[in-house]
């Protein structure tokens, strides 16, 4: 069994940072690759990043090209996104996607709402 918790969402504005964190716990050692996705209102969940499970970034949403990164910290089971100079479009409930032994682990979200 594997859980996965997001910390770090907020309020902020536009052009200021935000960085997200996924904890995992559990069978950690089965985890795999893992991924940030969202869900703006009214929208699609779509993915956002996501990593090998040695940390190599493989995949960026081009709506967060060279604001985003991802990034992954084995020793301490987390990955983390950090969100550069926000817009208001990057307004969603954040999700961390954990995939292990063919199955994806899911956190409850965190909150990102971003003003003008």
């Known amino acids: 069994q594997v859980e996965v918790a997001e910390s770090g969402g907020g309020s902020v504005q536009a052009g200021e940072s935000l960085r997200l964190s996924c904890l995992v716990s559990g069978k950690t050692w089965t985890v795999g690759g893992m991924a940030w996705y969202r869900r703006a209102s009214g929208k699609e969940r779509e993915l956002v990043a996501r990593?090998?499970?040695?940390?190599?970034?493989?995949e960026y949403a081009d709506s967060v090209k060279g604001r985003f990164k991802i990034s992954r910290d084995n020793d301490k089971n987390r990955v983390d996104l950090q969100m550069d100079n926000l817009r208001p479009k990057d307004s969603a409930d954040y999700y961390c996607k954990g995939s292990a032994t063919g199955l994806d682990y899911w956190g409850e979200g965190a909150q990102v709402a971003v003003s003008t």
């Open positions: 990593i090998t499970r040695v940390g190599v970034p493989r």
